[in-house]
């Protein structure tokens, strides 16, 4: 056989397996959003029912604002780019959803802190001191304003983000968090994360707010990659706030699950840059260097969190495999090998994707379960909670997944879409940069 043979038989197989890939996780996309679609939705009181037990049973009817401003966003995404999603009802109950936030999310309006969490009715209960609750909130509303094209809704959105951008890069004391003489000045890697995907998604065909957000976006990725530490051999999740590395227990803290997310958000970054350099720097530093710390060697699947010395870490959780971790390195390895065609990466995306579907999946019922023990058995039999909604299973498919495209070259490297294959029959375009999610942050 010819060498030239030999590599069109391996791109036919390669297109093949992908193909098979995007059937595979198309299915579950439609299985995920029909369990949400027919559970979670409050008829009485608008928004959404998270805590959801294996059959989707409401087992507290407590509604926790990320997860409401996720359902709103991947609803209205779903509606935006899949025709076979483009329904009345999920318009309708994204718009019910994004009304609920409109009405209760914000703890005393006009100002713009939101509660984490609400009563059924929308009465506050907690608040958090972070950003996260009103990063989720912009996301939402900017979603809603391109399927719905009310500027109520991006008039939310940037204000929102206004607000957030004040709080982050010029005075944090709105957020209610007390400066203490013993706390160290630290910086969590999910704040940057979160900024730098917020200037993704309200830029995206938006040049105006592109240009405006592009100084901001840089340095977001600055910040992030600040958390490269130890002559480039370990990605902290938490550095000083001039990027050395903190002491103790909280300065060895490794997440493998945001290192890999941020992975993907600046890959996106430096692709719309056109910074090759970069690009490679991510894939290596933040693709492939916490999966190899982060994967079990014994029993499959992504360690929730480690310790950079290889100390015991403290939280009771660290060896638990979580579901969102694995769909944040499906993303990552997906999109990494889009960029740059390494098929090793597309080997660490099938490694991932058969322990997530084989593990996590619930065939039964529907959904994943979002928490497992290290040896891989369902510890938590919850298909929603606090921390776990819609978002952690079914962003994986539109914003990570796509497939081989008919003209590809330079390996067949797929067009990571957020949306399946690009072509005839596609529900949706291909974007100049493959799509943004964003951030779990503990879920």
Not at 162 to 181: A, F, H, K, M
Not at 230 to 239: I, T
Not at 320 to 342: N, V
């Amino acid at each position: 056989m010819s060498g030239g043979l030999r590599v069109w038989q391996d791109m036919d197989k390669e297109r093949e397996a992908l193909q098979a890939w995007k059937e595979r996780v198309e299915q579950e996309l439609d299985r995920v959003v029909a369990f949400w679609m027919e559970h979670s939705h409050d008829q009485e009181h608008g928004g959404f029912f998270t805590c959801l037990g294996r059959d989707g049973q409401v087992y507290d009817d407590l509604k926790y604002v990320w997860l409401q401003g996720r359902q709103v966003w991947m609803y209205c995404r779903l509606y935006r780019k899949f025709e076979r999603f483009r329904s009345p009802e999920l318009l309708d109950s994204a718009k019910a959803g994004g009304e609920f936030l409109l009405r209760f999310a914000r703890v005393a309006p006009p100002g713009k802190k939101c509660a984490f969490v609400l009563t059924r009715d929308g009465q506050p209960i907690k608040v958090q001191r972070t950003i996260f609750s009103e990063c989720f909130y912009t996301m939402a509303m900017n979603e809603l304003w391109r399927v719905t094209g009310e500027a109520r809704y991006q008039n939310e959105a940037v204000e929102m983000m206004d607000q957030i951008v004040y709080w982050v890069r010029e005075d944090p004391s709105g957020l209610g968090r007390p400066c203490l003489p013993g706390a160290p000045a630290s910086e969590s890697m999910a704040v940057p994360m979160m900024l730098l995907n917020l200037v993704d998604q309200l830029g995206e065909a938006d040049e105006e707010l592109a240009g405006t957000y592009a100084e901001l976006g840089d340095w977001c990725a600055q910040r992030i990659l600040q958390h490269v530490q130890r002559d480039g051999q370990a990605v902290l999740e938490n550095v000083s706030e001039d990027g050395g590395e903190l002491s103790g227990c909280l300065g060895r803290h490794q997440n493998p699950g945001h290192a890999l997310e941020a992975g993907w958000f600046l890959l996106r970054h430096a692709i719309r840059k056109g910074d090759p350099e970069l690009r490679a720097r991510v894939i290596d530093k933040f693709l492939l260097l916490p999966f190899r710390s982060g994967w079990d060697p014994d029993h499959g699947g992504l360690f929730y969190f480690q310790d950079a010395d290889g100390l015991c870490p403290t939280q009771l959780e660290w060896a638990m495999k979580l579901w969102w971790p694995h769909s944040e390195a499906m993303i990552a390895f997906l999109m990494g090998y889009s960029d740059s065609g390494d098929p090793t990466l597309l080997h660490l995306f099938y490694q991932v994707a058969e322990y997530t579907f084989r593990q996590f999946r619930d065939p039964e019922h529907g959904e994943w379960f979002g928490y497992l023990t290290r040896e891989g058995k369902v510890a938590l039999t919850i298909k929603g909670g606090p921390f776990k909604g819609e978002w952690g299973t079914a962003r994986a498919a539109p914003q990570g997944l796509g497939c081989v495209h008919p003209s590809s070259t330079a390996g067949l490297a797929p067009k990571v879409l957020r949306a399946g294959v690009t072509g005839p029959g596609s529900d949706c375009q291909e974007p100049e940069v493959p799509a943004p999610v964003l951030l779990h942050s503990s879920g």
